[in-house]
């Protein structure tokens, strides 16, 4: 009983009224207060994550100081954030979520060979327009020289022509241009052009598993949860044509150590690319490679769809 209202606490609970008295009351009065949102997926979303994260709280017994270390760690995650670094993204990526969302909405149960994967936080937008048989090695960059041919197709295997083909990968010490003053702006990064065959080419060094950057909440979460921080090497592509669904996939150094345990989720096994390490006595690929260099085919599907592209990670 209220002594100042004389009602009973769950009298005061009614319909239509925010006053609770037990904990049992807040997750309804929550949904109840939200449920007039004009927008019926905003409900659905945000209706499902209050069930959910007071469901989270209740089943670990969540205490007042760790409710204040998860807002602290959400808090720091914003401030890392800026234009070259995009400590959400990575976040979301190394628990999985990334991968959970980019499976959820692509692919078609095996019918089409090509799996997307996630885009992570290195896409840069208005990479350099490449002619097709072109190097993406943009400043003096070592390690072993890579020769790329893919193929574009829908999923009758018809060539799909003009399909924009955008590329970034990091160099074999494991950095992205954007995080290595060693590198050119654009260095590894390239975007090509699909001719009427579907097929686009260049040329590239292979690159270098790296760990992912660990300065951050990410990395303290990493370190306390016994983690290690590397992704195995691999190149990202991204593959645009209006009427089609834009493609954003990885494509992964067959020999890496980390190809099984890549810190961010990524790998999924037909996403293995098939690198040929080619001798001396092959024809070498251009007049100036001497020795051991590798080739790697890739077949990319795409299906008709919407072609939209993301919101770019960093600037
Ligand atoms: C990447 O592949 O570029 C990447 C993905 C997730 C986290 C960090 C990097
Ligand atoms: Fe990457």
Known sequence: MNARTGLEPTAMSVAG????????QVTPVVL????????????????????????????????????EAGITFL??????????????????DAVGFSTLVCLLNNGNAGATETASALLGPFWRANSPRTPNGGSIVRSETQGPVLFVEARVTDPGRRPLAGVEVDVWQSSPVGLYENQDSDQADMNLRGKFTT??????????????????PTDGPVGELLRAQGRHEFRPAHLHFLCFKPGMKTLITQVFVD??????????????????????????????PA???SGKWYSLRCDFVMEPGEAKLPVPPIA
């Open 195 to 212: 001719d009427e065959d579907g097929r686009t080419s260049f040329r590239s060094v292979k690159p270098a598993g790296y760990p992912v």
């Open 32 to 67: 109840a207060a939200m449920s007039r949102a004009p927008s019926p997926r905003l409900r659905e979303i945000m209706a499902s994550l209050v069930r959910h994260a007071h469901d989270f709280a209740r089943e670990t017994r969540l205490t007042e100081e760790e409710w």
């Open 17 to 24: 009224s925010n006053v609770i008295d037990s904990a049992d």
């Open 255 to 284: 020999d890496d150590e980390r190809l099984h345990s890549d810190v961010v989720f990524g790998v999924t096994s037909h996403l293995i690319g098939d690198f040929r390490l080619r001798g001396p006595a092959e024809p070498p």
């Open 75 to 92: 808090n720091r995650i914003g401030k890392a954030t800026h234009d070259r670094h995009n400590e959400g993204v990575l976040f979301s």
């Open 287 to 289: 007049p100036d490679v």
